[in-house]
């Protein structure tokens, strides 16, 4: 009932500090039992560009939880970091990501496809970030021009030093850095010029409202002209609707992920998509 009644039951059950503490470690324990017994796993959402051909695709994890179903990942991400255990389920994302992709380079369908993969400040922050990617790409045969990796705006502050060495030494591997969320941070722009990045990804917050709100479409078309100037690719998240990827590509934004071209779906599901893509051209 507690699960049917949804998120606000909890404040119900969960008046109290003890149950909140108690609550949390219990999440806890459930994200490393889930490590171990494969309880996650990676959704795929295409990236298309402005000729509506799939370049690429964002590898999104999600839980099974044995009891609550499918958690999405704003709900646990947090506590992982918290408790550092994005560092095994990181990792275990790194591998499944490279795995797919070393295996789409065998398929015309999937063969031009770049895997984009969330990296949290955790582990960016790990002292041998850089040769887990490099073995993990080794291992798993993965082409890493084809591997990109996102970031986001707040881990940038920490040590920005240290950030642009191990992004240098995974670029001249050939792996991409795309900056996600891009606007809701506070990135000031003499970093972003710094930072050897590839793209800059329009945070889906303003897309939403780009048909009506006009400081969000402003701030929109300003991203894409500050991608311009500092030589990146941008790319809009959270399109949902013609009209705004209409918009986007007269500011110049000429690629797009969103629910217009397709949700977050399987590996299995992904694959069909494509097929049927091709069916319908044949
Ligand atoms: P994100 O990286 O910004 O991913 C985009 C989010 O927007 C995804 O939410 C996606 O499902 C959602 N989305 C895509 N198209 C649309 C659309 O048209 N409309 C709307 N309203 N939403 C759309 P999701 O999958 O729930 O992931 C949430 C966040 O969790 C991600 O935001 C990312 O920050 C984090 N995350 C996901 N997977 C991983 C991972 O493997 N590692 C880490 N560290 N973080 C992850
Ligand atoms: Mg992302
Ligand atoms: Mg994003
Ligand atoms: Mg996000």
Not at 181 to 191: A, C, E, M, N, V
């Amino acid at each position: 009932q507690a699960k049917s009644a949804g998120r606000n039951t909890y404040r119900f059950f969960n008046p109290e500090m003890q149950t909140k503490v108690m609550e949390y470690a219990e999440f806890a324990n459930d994200i490393r039992s889930s490590i171990q017994n494969k309880d996650f796993l990676l959704y795929y959402q295409v990236q298309v560009n402005h000729h509506g051909e799939r370049v690429g695709t964002e590898a999104l994890l999600r839980w099974m939880h044995p009891v609550k179903g499918m958690v999405r990942p704003d709900e646990f991400i947090p506590i992982a970091e918290e408790t550092g255990l994005i560092i095994p389920l990181g990792d275990w994302v790194l591998v499944e990501a490279c795995q797919v992709l070393a295996g789409w380079a065998a398929h015309t369908l999937t063969q031009g496809l770049t895997l984009a993969v969330n990296i949290s400040a955790h582990q960016l922050r790990t002292h041998d970030f850089v040769e887990k990617v490099k073995s993990t790409i080794s291992k798993t045969g993965a082409d890493p021009s084809k591997l990109k990796l996102e970031i986001t705006e707040s881990m940038l502050l920490d040590d920005i030093d240290d950030t642009i060495e191990k992004m240098r030494a995974l670029q001249a591997i050939g792996v991409t850095f795309a900056l996600d969320d891009f606007g809701t941070g506070y990135s000031s722009l003499s970093y972003l010029k710094r930072l050897p990045l590839d793209q800059l990804k329009i945070d889906k917050t303003f897309v939403r409202d780009l048909l009506t709100d006009t400081q969000d479409a402003d701030i929109a078309s300003t991203i894409v002209s500050l991608a311009k100037s500092l030589h990146l690719s941008v790319i809009a998240e959270g399109v949902e609707q013609e009209d705004q990827r209409i918009l986007l590509a007269s500011y110049g934004c000429l690629l797009y992920q969103g629910y217009l071209f397709g949700r977050p779906v399987s590996l299995k599901e992904f694959m069909a998509s494509l097929e049927t893509f091709e069916n319908q051209l044949s």
